[in-house]
């Protein structure tokens, strides 16, 4: 089946500095991939939409400044929360779709902002 | 302004019973529904969908049913395990592939043994 590595599981950082968290799609290619935020006991909520080559389309209300999302391949796509701040903690997690794929998601990132 | 909505936040259902888990949803765009089981610090985990042209699908342990004009969706697991405790979200997009999916609030289900 369709697996997708999220890394790293978790990461702590000093506030102010900035973090990536990397998507793989390991055994297929993911045309279109996307990137949530989890809040403790809250749904899923989407931050963006990333498809391969192109600009990332970013949820009302979330910075596209503050939250880079790189899309360079078909098996790789990048979140980096620029500028960190402890509010920005919580749990990120990706999804990938190929063609012959559903939505796989990743382990998910838990980011804890100090 | 949450389109997708589990008005149970929790459930606790013996085990060897049914549980039935609902989700209601407000975009009539919608047109592809999944369920999703999923753990603390972890991603969510696929468990079965059913798209707008049907009122049923079975996997299973898992049959999920979709009242369309109620803009309405139940997940239904017999018999109930105790691995099967976990929380448990209803997704929904407009149409399968590369559309976003808009999550539930989740609902935590308990198996009591």
């Known amino acids: 089946g369709a697996v997708v590595s999220q890394h790293p599981s978790r990461v702590i950082c000093k506030s102010g500095t900035s973090v990536k968290i990397e998507c793989r799609s390991l055994?297929?290619?993911?045309?279109?991939m996307f990137w949530y935020r989890q809040f403790p006991k809250q749904s899923l909520m989407l931050m963006a939409t990333?498809?391969?080559?192109?600009?990332?389309?970013?949820e009302q209300g979330v910075e596209k400044d503050k939250f880079l999302i790189n899309h360079a391949s078909l098996t790789l796509s990048t979140l980096t929360v620029t500028s960190a701040h402890p509010e920005d903690s919580s749990f990120y997690i990706c999804?990938?779709?190929?063609?012959?794929?559903?939505?796989?998601f990743g382990s998910g990132t838990r980011l804890t902002v100090v | 302004d949450q389109q997708v909505k589990q008005n149970s936040p929790s459930l606790s259902v013996q085990e060897g019973r049914i549980s039935i888990l609902n989700c209601d949803y407000t975009?009539?765009?919608?047109?592809?529904f999944l369920w999703y089981k999923k753990y603390p610090a972890e991603g969510p985990t696929f468990l079965i969908s059913?798209?707008?042209?049907?009122d049923k699908n079975e996997d299973g342990r898992f049959t999920v049913f979709l009242n369309k004009s109620a803009k309405h969706l139940s997940l239904h697991i017999v018999p109930s395990q105790p691995g099967d405790s976990a929380v448990y979200f209803c997704?929904?997009?407009?149409?399968?592939?590369?559309?976003?999916?808009?999550f539930g609030t989740g609902t935590r289900l308990t198996i009591i043994p």
């Open positions: 999804s990938a779709v190929g063609q012959a794929y559903g939505y796989t």
């Open positions: 055994d297929f290619q993911a045309t279109t």
């Open positions: 990333s498809n391969e080559g192109s600009k990332a389309t970013y």
């Open positions: 975009n009539s765009m919608f047109d592809y």
């Open positions: 059913i798209s707008s042209i049907k």
């Open positions: 997704a929904a997009s407009r149409g399968f592939g590369n559309e976003k999916l808009t």
